[in-house]
């Protein structure tokens, strides 16, 4: 992730010339030897081993963090404490706690905060967005959102900081968080959740090839009933068992003059229906991004050219460096993250209490 | 509906040679003159006014009861009284308890029965049941299913006995139980359910264009975690306001070691990933039905022409003439569709409890 | 196709109430067994293992052709002679000369005549053709079409009637005449051709497993520039050695306010792009069939549930049996199948001279 | 598309640890202040309004020409002289006698050289065309490619360089060029053609709104029939007046043991039949690019989150520099672009000559 990071940075001002110009400053990693290399090969002024050399320069004015959810924490309050910008890879913290302290750290220290949500950067989801405030779906009547993948569905997997408690929940922290937010940036606030949260694969080795096996102590899918605020109801599901996904992060919504399909796995596009008109030429329409979907325009010129998985990243670090420099938080900040935490934190309570209702 | 039966029985021993020879007696129809003309149109011998005058003939040995959900029962329970085979269409009857009296009924008279399930009997989906049967997608981990159609999302659709109470549930009996049908038929029973069924359209017009309001009493939309008796969870959906669809009927299953997904929208294909190989070739395979996926054959001899709906509909009838030469239940019988509806029961009860977990 | 013919005209009158009612009187096959066998299945009254016995009673009006295309010609001619009026399955003869004189003969005659190129008789392609028709595309710019399968793909499989050169062409008359006739169907006559018409397998095993090779002779790909005579042009390729291919007949129209996209692979769906309106919103929509798009309404009265190769096969048969009835010819008529054929043999004669220019 | 130059030099690095380091010098436009803009948004340390002093500047090594087609040559020409390694975009010049001068002058002088077809360096057409290598599709039988979009669709569309003549064909050069390229990419040589080469809007106005017409003097589509060395055939199209489009360059391949299809307009997929093993399961797999496929892992160490436009340009600038370090070239370098310009000549004489063949 520190990979899509630099690229990110690097690219940020090629796409969006308004933004302050990024200076490459400083990569940090445990590894010093790593460190410098990757500096190198991304263009970075220095390198070190220590992150506490990045804290300290007062040359630096933006941190990115991108290691284990376990470190975020103290990382980012170091930063805080030393008035620097944060951005913070998803999900914040391993708990709501933690995250709340740094939600609270940063808004008193009045720095400007973001976390990685990065598939929401996508200009057809700004559209997605765009129609539904503006009311073409008509009032919202249901939302069925998934993110799924496979990378632990082999129970020859082993061990990972992944599914070490110590780093929060499993695949409902890890990919349930960014369908969460989905929702949420579609659709508004979760009011409450009906969850089941399951360890499917419930020991692995520890390490590849390993007889000894560890029990596994996170979720690896997570099927939530959730109602909105609005109102309307919906399903939320992540999963990282789901054997041939690589990217199934997903959605369809649908209200009373439209709907709307998206998947990840073809994240250039938008699938759109609209009521009304000539009954034998009504369908779903295929819409391919292009330049009038803002900001795909700052990549290409011409429409049907795709952005790929790093251009999104790139919108997200672009966006932040605006924020920064217009002091109105882009999004989703610590703020957001929190809220979503608290999505996910109900519904492991929820799973645990029979799928009962718990409130948010 | 009842056309859909006629084509299929006039259908059916040109496409399974075997069975014994459908003859076409009566139609019988509430409008006298309907029914006669649909006897010439659908090639029957007789026709009446009076569906006591098919129960009465007793050159007659099995009926198809393509009535609404309401008037099941009685015609039921008198075809079995005279000893004739039933096929009737689902939902079997508006409450779990008037169905399992058809059951018993027909248990006890010994006759053969089927009930509507029709679009499991697509060849892809024998052809997904073996392969989970066989143990080719491993254990399996999940279920995300869902029957979504739009016949419904019109706030100005008025009142029809398809939202009456006295025909039973709404969605959940009339689309619903065809998702359940088709995940118990393919994994086997559902164990338990936490279910959020909602009325999403409060109240609609009398009749079309009308100013008079009638409040709706049945469910419009049904959201369902599930677990199946086998351990592995999933989520169904059953909803006729989603705007746009006409058939959105399908799955996806993923287990240890391969994954399936499947839509109606395009039922001549499965698409079907299976784990190990090469790995730089990995993907789902679209299937396309022919010939070696049975019945295809019986309706054309060469690959990827495609079954319509009424092919599906003959199959089934075909297969319930069949199993009444044969003496063993086809499926779905009564039996089955007891259990389907016993799903629909629990998962309103849950729903009135705050989507708590209800046992089957 | 003898089995499809036999589907067909039982569920003529179930989907369309308003043809002449049909009764099935005769199967007639060189194998007399197979024949009754197959009356009784399809419930025709009686059978026969001499053609000429269908030709020579008089109670039958009408005769559908189904035998390997070199016995078209002399059944057609008797049938013709005995005043009945004959559907026959395409191409029509092996060579245009024998065709058209069939065709003199059946108009000479006055009975109705109609060819089976049953896939025009889609709701959806009839949609296309409105749209055309209606100038909803505006001014057409090109055409770009193909029917490949790829049963003959393998070298193994051995000689059949199908490449015996005495049945006239290979795959451009087989396949090629299919979307030669589509293209006609939809943007009128063809004007002149290219064509490059090729033996991709220049031997076969006289029977399956055999050492024993025989030299083919007819051709297995025919790749073919086209100019309508409307003034625009396109391509046609046809192709039974394209491996993986169940039933790739499709095509792609372009014209200045919109285009059109059709596969039979999909053949519920037609994908529709109309220039203009909101720049956000512009993509191919997919449209799926239903009672809006007639004939489907015959067959089912709810959208999205799918045709299926034999429904396309019973609009055929109803339509013919319309037009004796009406007089008119529902087409495609004898007439329209040799205007196909002049194609097919101006695309033949074009390929031997080098792809040259060949005015038809 | 100096744009996609500086995004992708900017980036190469990150995504090739291996190649030289690129050091961003000089941006020359004939607009100072703009070419000053870019410099500073793209991280160059100079800018010129007069391309001259990029030539003259020692200290450049390398130069990317991105400029309309007509002023390709004057430019390369003194690059090379310079002794700088050039790359180009496509086409390399308006006319094959140019580009033959241009290749002349720069294996004289032994720069390295590279061409813009950028699409051929997605990691899935690497994929192919090392599967078609191996033989894994048997013996090639066919190929059908075309690449159109909708840009100049539109008779309103005012007149631009691109259809100025002095700049060389028009939609033949324009995209003819990506598909021809991609053809011989993925099977080598073209050996002969038959064309249809047309213009379809005859005149445009001069400026956007204006009512004075200028006449089109170049095309708008070409369809040519090619034949390959290797002894195959197939069809190419390139068309920019094809409503809707916006990114249709695809192929499909067919050979005696498998196929192989793809359109960019889902280009991180490719979707592969391979003949044989269970009949029961055959069908086109559709394989989603990820690190497996060289050079994804560049730019991201999991599968399914997909590559942009971007990307295939700095995986082409990486190449071209990784060439200039080791002395070979990546490809396609200028004698691909002759050979390339060979077939869009050919194509334009068969054109003149009714279509007639040309061998190349």
């Known amino acids: ?12 001002l090629a796409a969006f010339p308004d933004i302050p110009v990024p200076m490459l400053k400083m990569i940090a990693d445990v590894n010093a030897a790593g460190a410098a290399k990757a500096a190198h090969q991304y263009g970075f002024e220095k390198s070190s081993g220590n992150w506490r050399d990045l804290i300290n320069d007062p040359s630096i004015d933006v941190v990115s963090i991108t290691t284990p959810n376990v470190l975020h924490k103290e990382m980012a309050l170091a930063a805080i404490a030393a008035g620097k910008h ?11 706690k933690d995250s709340e302290e740094m939600l609270k750290a940063a808004e008193t220290k009045g720095v400007t905060t973001q976390v990685g949500f990065n598939y929401i950067k996508n200009p057809m989801l700004k559209v997605a967005r765009a129609m ?18 496979d990378y632990m569905h082999d129970p020859a997997n082993p061990w990972t900081w992944r599914i070490d408690p110590s780093g929060g929940p499993g695949v ?11 929702a949420r940036f579609l659709l508004g ?17 520890k390490s590849r090839g390993s007889n000894e096996m560890v029990p596994v102590l996170v979720d690896d899918i997570a099927r939530i009933l ?27 919504i649908e209200g009373s003059k439209g709907s709307l399909a998206f998947t990840q796995e073809r994240f250039n596009e938008l699938k759109f229906y609209k009521a009304g008109g000539n009954i034998r030429d009504k369908g779903f329409t295929t819409i391919e991004s292009g330049p009038q979907h803002p900001s795909y325009g700052g990549f290409c010129v011409a429409g049907g050219h795709q952005l790929g998985f790093n251009d999104l990243k790139t919108i997200e670090m672009a966006e932040f460096l605006g924020s920064i420099a217009s002091g109105t938080a ?28 718990v409130k948010i």
Request: aromatic share 6%; hydrophobic share 40%; charged share 20%.
């Open 1 to 12: 992730m520190g990979k899509a990071h630099a690229f990110a940075y690097r690219s940020a």
């Open 86 to 96: 944060v951005h913070c890879e998803k999900p914040l913290s391993p708990t709501l």
């Open 132 to 149: 539904i405030a503006a009311g073409e779906l008509g009032e919202i009547t249901g939302f069925r959102g998934i993110h799924a993948e």
């Open 172 to 182: 409902i922290a890890d990919l349930g968080s960014h369908i969460i937010g989905m």
């Open 189 to 205: 606030p979760i009011a409450s959740v009906n969850a089941d949260v399951e360890t499917v694969i419930k020991q692995r080795p």
């Open 226 to 252: 959730v109602r909105f605020e609005q109102g309307f109801g919906g399903t939320i599901e992540a999963n990282w068992v789901k054997t041939g996904r690589n990217m199934q992060l997903g959605f369809e």
């Open 330 to 357: 882009a999004g989703p900040d610590f703020r957001e993250a929190c809220e979503i935490q608290k999505v996910v934190e109900a519904a492991i309570l929820s799973s645990k209490a029979g799928a009962s209702c």
